[in-house]
């Protein structure tokens, strides 16, 4: 897909050394010009996940169609500034080979709700700002992808910890607890901490961040074996956060 560069200089910020692009993805061939044509059988899948969603299908795709990406980007300018914010900041620690030194917003219907971190950049449907117009949830976004930039600089010792984690929870069904679509200003659909170890830990980076109070209430409701699973996790992260 080829980026459309000239948008660059409106939509950059930078609040320190790294530099943070923001990048507009050009519609797949057939998808470009004034109609913003999605197809019957696109909205029929839609139609299948929409209890996920804050709106009905039908005006998820009347937001697309809408903003196209002129009006996408003068409507929620602040959105993306307050994402490249947040970026600058989990950058700032970080050695320059770990960094996500630009966000890529992919305007194409079929990446409806993705959000994917691919080497430097993090692409981020355009469907997280016209569906919830809400920085809480951009930023759960943001924090959950460098969720897995913290865990790659993990020690051994401490890899080995989350897989051992990770198997408990499996073992103790405990995954919901670290769900991020079950906590307020998270998208529904979002987080899936029984994929993996490092999944967990994404899910687990983020919710510590953003929502270490709803975790606690819901710890209270698990056996005192499974909170202290709970509290190993949220350790795990914190120890990721220091010594950089």
Same mark, same amino acid.
């Given at each position: ?7 660059? *200089?409106? #939509?950059? /910020?930078? %609040?320190?050394?790294? +530099?943070?692009?923001?990048? $507009? ?62 970026? *600058?900041? #989990?950058? /700032?620690? %970080?050695?320059?080979? +770990?960094?996500?030194?630009? $966000? ?141």
């Amino acid at each position: 897909m080829k980026p459309f560069l000239n948008k660059r *200089d409106l #939509l950059s /910020r930078s %609040l320190a050394e790294v +530099l943070l692009c923001v990048i $507009l993805l050009s519609l797949l061939p057939g998808c470009g010009g004034g109609s913003r044509a999605v197809t019957l059988e696109q909205i029929e899948e839609l139609r299948t996940m929409e209890s996920l969603l804050p709106i009905t299908a039908d005006s998820a795709v009347e937001r697309y169609r809408r903003y196209e990406p002129g009006v996408f980007y003068a409507t929620y300018g602040d959105l993306i500034r307050g994402a490249t914010v947040l970026m *600058d900041s #989990l950058n /700032r620690p %970080l050695p320059p080979a +770990l960094r996500i030194d630009t $966000l890529a917003i992919d305007h194409t219907f079929e990446n409806l709700g993705e959000a994917a971190k691919r080497g430097h950049t993090l692409s981020l449907s355009s469907s997280y700002f016209y569906l919830y117009e809400s920085l809480p949830l951009i930023r759960s976004v943001v924090w959950h992808e460098f969720g897995h930039v913290y865990c790659a600089r993990l020690r051994d010792d401490q890899v080995r910890r989350l897989k051992k984690l990770w198997e408990e929870v499996r073992v103790t069904a405990l995954f919901y607890v670290f769900r991020d679509g079950e906590y307020s200003e998270n998208a529904r659909f979002g987080g899936h901490p029984e994929d993996s170890p490092e999944e967990l830990f994404a899910s687990a980076f983020n919710l510590f961040s953003n929502r270490p109070e709803e975790v606690v209430v819901r710890a209270e409701y698990v056996t005192p074996n499974e909170r202290d699973l709970v509290k190993q996790l949220q350790a795990l992260v914190k120890e990721s956060l220091q010594g950089l």
